[in-house]
């Protein structure tokens, strides 16, 4: 084979290749919707946690505040497009072993074999699934996966890539008009395959993905309004209104919230938000899953969910923040949780003198801990329900842990198993350098005026919202010259003090642009430290500072 021979035949190699990691994607996005639904992980998944972990921390939380989930789609996307691309090279790298005397599917399976261990070797142990997956609880569904997947890039190669004899005899001139019409459709059947391939891979990621529906929001809102109407029922008044530097009558909160310049006071399911190390949640079905708790107990417990519905269950209040939420950002929302008091189960297990930490284990292998005694605190829950209605899959059904003192990191979703251990067990995150305690930070949030908004000059609102764990919030103070003067903005009354955020309004008058900042005092009388400081590895801290711009 002449060279122009030989470039086309690689031609037609990486084409095949590139068919062939499509094809894969297709199986591995139906298996990871159909049969591996449960949590196991798909070779994208293996690749996102490679990326994950090898992406420096501040990196990855400033994406993560940055983008939200939009930047874990992303990812999604780009790992398939990655997949594709690798196909491509290997199906060339397969075509230059076809050359010399190997039969096409040796030569790809020669090939496939190298992916198949590269990815047991490196990508599988990198993204913290150990060797071949043998480090999750998934390992023999992750090494079937792996063994079908690279199976069927080999076979779909070998198929459509032909033989290197049949490029001489394409490029021979052929005056016949029914083979050039034959030609004419074979290579219309075969984009047309690719291309009806593409949208139902797009459809299945797309499912993967799952974007909220409208109808969930407008539901979800309609639910929020219900249970806030429950929790006002007997509610004192809000105090007064602080001084503020105008004398003039402040638009209510509702009226703000209304508008779209105010954060309800309860965060709607589907607005909730969502931030996961994966980029597929596991979809567990509530047949057949346990609970297990364990460990050193003296009464080790299984539980199904019907076993867990059947107990009585309190609802609270609480808000729930991400750690790698920044000042004035909106990884943080406000939710009712229904559950049953995680105290309770510890003591019905009867925790030994030797426990240290109490390790959560999640149906992804995502794992925390947090400390025994902070474990028995009466007010965390082991969650089954959000906002009156059962766990969602992305927040964690059928059981996740709510912790009203810490970041939602170590408020683990998925929960299938909760052992009691004698170490101090450092979990997924704090292997990588978060805090391991996590106590919420002070942090706030100026909603209006808006990044970027203009307004007329005169009386300007602004408003929004603050939270300090469960130590409540006593004061919001605002300055707009530079924090020579402060005066207090009105606060409202918190849902369920001191574990959920509160929403504080106040007016000034500007004629031309100013600074705005914002000053919070918890509820132990600490004043927020001005000093800025990014989320890693605590959690943002700072004084919310927003320009607010006055139209001249």
């Known amino acids: 084979m002449d060279a122009q021979h030989r470039q086309e035949w690689l ?21 990871r919707i159909i049969v591996g639904a449960e949590g196991t992980p798909s070779l994208a998944d293996l690749i996102v946690g490679m990326v994950a972990r090898l992406t ?10 940055t983008f939200g989930s939009l930047g874990q789609n992303l990812l999604f996307v780009l790992v398939l497009v990655a997949i594709i691309g690798v196909g491509w090279a290997a199906g060339r790298e397969a075509g230059k072993r076809v050359l010399p005397s190997t039969a096409p599917l040796l030569a790809a399976g020669i090939v496939a074999a190298v992916l198949f261990a590269v990815t047991g070797l490196v990508i599988a142990p990198l993204g913290g699934f150990g060797v071949f997956g043998l480090g999750s609880e998934h390992a023999i569904a992750i090494l079937w996966q792996l063994v079908l997947t690279f199976a069927v890039w080999a076979l779909v190669w070998a198929w459509s890539v032909g033989a290197p004899a049949q490029v001489v005899s394409d490029a021979q001139p052929d005056a016949s008009p029914k083979m050039q019409r034959r030609a004419f459709i074979e290579t219309g059947a075969a984009t047309a395959s690719a291309l009806g391939l593409v949208a139902v891979t797009a459809w299945m990621a797309q499912r993967l993905i799952r974007i909220p529906k409208t109808s969930d929001l407008v539901e979800d809102q309609a639910q929020a309004d219900r249970i806030l109407a429950t929790a006002e029922a007997g509610r004192a008044p809000a105090g007064g209104v602080a001084a503020t530097p105008v004398a003039a009558d402040l638009p209510s909160f509702d009226t703000l919230e209304e508008e779209g310049r105010l954060t309800p006071r309860l965060t709607p399911v589907a607005d909730f938000y969502h931030v996961s190390k994966n980029i597929a949640d596991p979809i567990v079905a509530a047949d057949g899953w346990t609970l297990t708790i364990d460990g050193l107990v003296d009464r080790p417990l299984t539980l199904t969910l019907d076993d867990l ?41 009867g925790p030994m003198a030797s426990v240290v930490d109490v390790r959560f284990e999640a149906a992804d292998d995502y794992e925390d801990s947090i400390p025994l005694a902070q474990a028995m605190d009466p007010d965390n829950l082991l969650v089954l329900g959000l906002n009156g209605k059962p766990l969602t899959d992305d927040h964690g059904f059928p059981a996740r842990l709510i912790v009203p003192a810490i970041y939602g990191m170590k408020n683990v979703k998925w929960i299938r198993r909760i052992e009691l251990v004698d170490v101090d067990f450092k979990g997924y995150w704090q292997s990588r350098g978060w805090s391991d305690p996590a106590p919420y930070q002070i942090w706030g949030r100026i909603d209006t ?20 764990g469960d130590r409540g919030v006593e004061r919001v103070e605002c300055s707009i010259d530079g924090g020579t003067t402060w005066w207090e903005a009105e606060l409202e009354s918190a849902l369920n003090p001191p574990f959920t955020w509160v929403r504080w309004e106040t007016g000034f008058e500007a004629t ?18 001005q000093a800025e400081r990014p989320p890693l590895p605590d959690g943002a801290t700072g004084w919310p500072a927003r320009q607010v711009k006055v139209r001249s």
């Open 11 to 31: 031609r037609r190699a990486g084409k095949a290749g590139a068919f062939a990691a499509l094809v894969m994607v297709a199986v591995q996005l139906a298996l």
């Open 512 to 529: 031309s642009d100013v600074d705005l900042w914002i000053r919070i005092t918890d509820g132990e009388g600490t004043v927020a430290p």
């Open 56 to 65: 420096p921390v501040p990196v990855f939380g400033w994406i993560t505040e």
């Open 449 to 468: 005026p808006a990044s970027g908004e203009s307004t007329a000059p005169g009386t300007i609102v602004a408003a929004g919202v603050a939270f300090a």
């Open 309 to 349: 519905r059947a107990r009585e269950q309190v609802q609270r209040i609480t808000t729930l923040g991400c750690i790698s939420n920044e000042l004035n950002g909106d990884l943080i929302s406000t939710g009712e949780w229904s559950g049953i008091p995680l105290a309770a189960l510890l003591a019905e297990v």
